[in-house]
Antibody, heavy 116, light 109 residues
Framework: EVQLVESGGGLVQPGGSLRLSCAAS????????MHWVRQAPGKGLVWVSR????????GYADSVKGRFTISRDNAKNTLYLQVSSLRAEDTAVYYC?????????WGQGTLVTVSS | EIVLTQSPGTLSLSPGERATLSCRAS???????LAWYQQKPGQAPRLLIY???SRATGIPDRFSGSGSGTDFTLTISRLEPEDFAVYYC??????????FGQGTKVEIK
């Protein structure tokens, strides 16, 4: 069974940083593109970032470019998102998701709250 | 950047009724690149349809997708109580990037 489990969220002050993790199991992790998608409270889904299966290429939404960094450790079957220079508008549930054209598996999400 | 506009914003229907949800793209989208998701409160999204019309694993056949170009439709033939949720369309675009519509809420009338 495919499982994605996020962790690392929490309350952080504006300008602060966090590292989000997504532990994957039940599939060959290195075979898949992986993504982060976020959802602000009461709002819709917004794609944030993606990384190739071998980690050779990354991409970001304009709203997070230069502040967020996606990475993966295929030996540990873990996806990461380093979030820095956080703003109030980054407050959201952050989901990791698997797939290329569409996302066939999602984690349960981890909440990041940016507030002083 | 392609913008996806979903309509209506909210659909009020009774169990057993047919639901028709629309997703309109600002530019033509390849059918291969159009997907639909269901999200219930407090849960992660679930993939329903990919490639505009292919059901994902385990999705009941009351869910169907259709469309091409700029107009796509998700149809739920007979609403079950567990189908009341928010539905999002999504497209895979150049760069590459992924874009979601703003969602349609299907609520119990």
């Amino acid at each position: 069974e495919v499982q994605l489990v996020e962790s690392g969220g929490g309350l952080v002050q504006p300008g602060g940083s966090l590292r989000l993790s997504c532990a994957a199991s039940g599939f060959t992790f290195s075979d898949y593109w992986m993504h982060w998608v976020r959802q602000a409270p009461g709002k819709g889904l917004v794609w944030v970032s993606r990384i190739y299966g071998d980690g050779s290429s990354t991409g970001y939404a304009d709203s997070v470019k230069g502040r967020f960094t996606i990475s993966r450790d295929n030996a540990k079957n873990t996806l990461y998102l380093q979030v820095s220079s956080l703003r109030a508008e980054d407050t959201a549930v952050y989901y990791c998701a698997r797939g290329k054209l569409s996302f066939d598996s999602w984690g349960q999400g981890t909440l990041v709250t940016v507030s002083s | 950047e392609i913008v996806l506009t979903q309509s209506p914003g909210t659909l009020s229907l009774s169990p057993g009724e047919r639901a028709t949800l629309s997703c309109r793209a600002s530019q033509s989208v390849s059918s291969r690149y159009l997907a639909w998701y269901q999200q219930k409160p407090g849960q992660a999204p679930r993939l329903l349809i990919y490639g505009a019309s292919s059901r994902a694993t385990g999705i009941p056949d009351r869910f169907s997708g259709s469309g091409s170009g700029t107009d796509f439709t998700l149809t739920i033939s007979r609403l079950e109580p567990e189908d009341f949720a928010v539905y999002y369309c999504q497209q895979y675009g150049t760069s590459p990037t992924w874009t979601f519509g703003q969602g349609t809420k299907v609520e119990i009338k």
